[in-house]
């Protein structure tokens, strides 16, 4: 079991950052591999971005975020964040970082997909204003 706790969520202005920060509970933070997803009013669910279990393999990224975000994880402290700059107000949404048990091998058609995902947390806001 897993619990997960996401951190940092705001308003901000066009053009500005913030960070997210997901907290897990547990042991074995280090066997799963994590994912920001994020859901906008109206919208279903989609994938941000991925890292490994030991953050060694590169990150997955949606398109839309690609040289915007960096996803990255510090497994003695058991988070996994999310830098965000340059937010756009297409950003806005909930977002919600997840664990998926490892896998035999690091690959998009587990990490990317919402529905390949074991734990969630419970979302934190971003507005990001015009």
């Known amino acids: 079991q897993v619990e997960l706790v996401e951190f940092g969520g705001g308003l901000v202005r066009a053009g500005g950052s913030l960070r997210l920060s997901c907290a897990a509970s547990?042991?074995?933070?280090?066997?799963?591999?994590m994912g920001w997803f994020r859901q906008a009013p109206g919208k279903e669910r989609e994938f941000v971005a991925a890292?490994?279990?030991?953050?060694?393999?590169?990150?997955y990224y949606t398109d839309s975020v690609k040289g915007r975000f960096t996803i990255s994880r510090d497994n003695a402290k058991n988070t996994v964040y999310l830098q965000m700059n340059s937010l756009k107000p297409e950003d806005t949404a909930v977002y919600y970082c997840?664990?998926?048990?490892?896998?035999?091998?690091?690959?998009?058609?587990?990490?990317?997909?919402?529905?390949?995902?074991?734990?969630w947390g419970q979302g934190t806001q971003v507005t990001v204003s015009s």
């Open positions: 890292i490994s279990w030991c953050g060694g393999e590169s990150p």
């Open positions: 997840a664990a998926k048990a490892k896998e035999a091998f690091w690959s998009s058609t587990y990490y990317t997909d919402t529905t390949q995902y074991d734990y």
């Open positions: 547990g042991r074995t933070f280090s066997r799963y591999g």
